[in-house]
């Protein structure tokens, strides 16, 4: 079991990493969907965003931890067969997820602090508010949180679907490196 990244495939590392955001974020989105509805009344009403805000601190934890990795990490080299423009795009897509993690990140902690209140992580940990007193922050910040989450979703998906089209209908390497590590000799 490789560690570290090698030409021909992602590492457990950079795998763990990846699997570990992709699964944060759908749980913290049908989380977050379904907690919007609880009434005041409901048992879930402070348990559930207690639970994304723990969450999603620990997700954006594994984000800057992703992100050193990855700079330290040269990746696998291409597939043989994607052409400049898919490679482009692959790159371009896998930005724009880090942007929209990083900006759902920074908005769920304003969305928490913008009164003023710290951000408890599991009743263990407090972050305190560093920017408060901006009129409609908490609103602001709750839209472009909404938006983002929905984006992530969306290209998150089309992210995922992305990867079946080489491995079911072009039979190359491309879905075989984030899940096992290897091409299993296969980089055409």
């Excluded at 291409?78 to 993690?101: C, E, I, Q, S």
């Excluded at 902690?109 to 408890?120: E, F, K, N, R, S």
């Excluded at 983002?148 to 995922?160: F, Y």
Aim: some cysteine; overall charge negative; glycine content about 10%.
């Amino acid at each position: 079991m490789k560690v570290v990244d090698t030409a021909s495939g992602y590492g457990v590392v950079s795998r763990l990493l990846h699997w570990s955001c992709a699964l944060a974020v759908f749980a913290l989105f049908a989380l977050g969907w379904w907690m919007v509805d609880l009434g005041y009344y409901d048992e879930w009403y402070q348990t559930a965003p207690a639970l994304h805000k723990s969450v999603g601190v620990l997700l954006a934890l594994v984000i800057v931890i992703r992100m050193v990795w990855r700079l330290r990490q040269a990746g696998p080299e291409p597939v043989l067969t994607h052409g400049a423009w898919n490679r482009f795009l692959a790159w371009a897509v896998k930005l724009v997820l880090y942007l929209l993690l990083v900006i759902i990140s920074v908005s769920g902690y304003l969305i928490t602090t913008a009164a003023g209140d710290d951000l408890i992580v599991f009743d263990l940990v407090r972050i305190p508010a560093v920017l408060t007193g901006i009129d409609n922050l908490e609103d602001l910040a709750g839209d472009v949180h909404e938006w983002v989450a929905w984006m992530l979703i969306g290209l998150g998906a089309l992210h995922g679907a992305a990867a079946l089209k080489p491995h079911f209908i072009d039979r190359d390497a491309t879905l075989r490196r984030m899940i096992t590590g290897g091409d299993s000799g296969s980089t055409r």
